[in-house]
């Protein structure tokens, strides 16, 4: 199993945004300004979403997980922001339909078992609706990241 530790520099409490494109845009671009990806991974993500969409419905928060191919990737690492206001995504398995999501957790992973592993591990957070309420409830940064690092072990 893979010991993770969030990085603040990487996690943004309240985000302010209009579509998942420019969520997408600004997770990926903290996750570069950070040193974990290369440049490309942010045009990577954005083109993989369209592709192969990341949002999944859960009871009272949608949450979306992209990421994408580990070429891209200098260091593993999650990029998590809360939104304001829910943007919609299109539903994982089923492009057709789209969801509000809330919550969006960005991989960035050096190889393909650890982040089958990551997601494997990602899903039973997502599936604690006590969970996800603390954290889509922090106001700030901080709190947020205290709660990651406390409650999530990734």
Known sequence: MIKFSF?????????KTNSH???LRQLATMLYQAG?????FIDAIISREAIFPTG???EGYGVAI???DPHHVKEAMIAIATLEKPVNFKIMGNPDEEIEVTIVFML????SSSQLQLLSNLMS???DIGLLKRIYASESEEELLAILN?????
């Open 7 to 15: 990085d603040k520099r990487t996690v943004k409490a309240r985000v």
């Open 125 to 127: 957070v997502i599936q």
């Open 108 to 111: 960035a992973m050096r190889d």
């Open 56 to 58: 999944l419905p859960t």
């Open 150 to 154: 406390d409650a999530i072990d990734l």
């Open 36 to 40: 974990y990806v290369a440049e490309s």
């Open 21 to 23: 494109e420019e969520i």
């Open 66 to 68: 992209p990421h994408t």
